[in-house]
């Protein structure tokens, strides 16, 4: 039996392009990468999948080969972008599995959307508030990059010039199983505005 083929796509969802890749039929999954990956993180498990789901998986705006605008990085923006790509593509109701940034972004939408959104899996996050609650030197040191990039324009001006560089430390400094860098991504951030994601 063939390995159902992926395909790939371009919507136009309130005013952004997002890029997703396609495979498989039978009820909609929707697959939500992190920081700072794209789609390109679920191809080792996306043909499976597709033998039994139709499998959507979007680069969130701002990452990959979606557009970057400069505003609407909020969970609730992003998630209402998922929401109006699964409209786009003519269903009504979606699994959903987020991982990291995804996983935020997927817990939104089905807050937002009950309607829409069934049976949500949210993998590797704290619960933001949680998180928030918490903070001391010790969690800020793992998590500086959150506060890095709540900053307005900073990060931008001080990465811009060697993004690959800046993703490459993370993949250095990642936990085992992902020193060699996060899977997915090498194109993750291709503008200076991405980093906003």
Known sequence: MGQPTATTGVAQVDGV????VRGGSGPLLVLL?????????WRPVLADL??????VAPDL??????????????KRRMAADIAG?????????AMVVG?????????????????QVERPAVLDIVPTREMFRRLDASLASGYW????????????RLVGHDIRGYLEYFGAACPAGRASGPRGSSNAVTSPHGERA
């Open 61 to 74: 705006r701002g990452y990959g080969l979606s557009d970057k605008p400069v505003t609407g990085y909020g």
């Open 145 to 156: 990059h959150w506060l890095f990039h709540m900053q307005p324009d900073l990060p931008e």
């Open 99 to 115: 991982h990291d940034r995804g996983a935020r972004v997927g817990h939104r939408w089905a807050l937002d959307r009950p309607d």
């Open 50 to 55: 597709a033998a039994d789901y139709t499998v």
């Open 85 to 93: 790509l699964v409209e786009a593509l003519g269903f009504e109701r």
């Open 17 to 20: 392009r997002l890029h997703y």
């Open 33 to 41: 990468h992190g920081w700072p990956q794209t789609s390109d993180c």
